[in-house]
Nanobody, 121 residues
């Protein structure tokens, strides 16, 4: 009912930048929140950044000042601008949205397929 398409991952040297994108489509009535999580090898998935419908943003301490989350509500798209990347940022990054869908109307949480970010030292 709802699909997410992620893009923008890749290989970058430490200190470099990448921009991730995640576009949502389908039977979306409204979007409550959009965000990014990541999972490094051997570790649990963790929050990176989220953006609510009210415009507030929340970041993990480890990325504050380096990453910026933004949204294009007209396109149902969320972005993650990642600057000053470090090797410890290497992980699979997952887009996450919490939406209200139609037919029937209900809350839904959807995950993207993940995009790999590799930061070399």
């Amino acid at each position: 009912q709802v699909q997410l398409v992620e893009s923008g991952g890749g290989l970058v040297q430490a200190g470099g930048s990448l921009r991730l994108s995640c576009a949502a489509s389908g039977s979306i009535f409204s979007i409550k929140s959009m965000g990014w999580y990541r999972q490094a090898p051997g570790k649990q998935r963790e929050l990176v950044a989220t953006s609510t419908s009210g415009g507030s943003a929340n970041y993990a301490d480890s990325v504050k000042g380096r990453f910026t989350i933004s949204r294009d509500n007209a396109k149902n798209t969320v972005y993650l601008q990642m600057n000053s990347l470090k090797p410890e940022d290497t992980a699979v990054y997952y887009c996450n949205i919490r939406v209200v869908v139609t037919t029937p109307v209900r809350n839904l949480e959807v995950w993207g397929q993940g995009t790999l970010v590799t930061v070399s030292s």
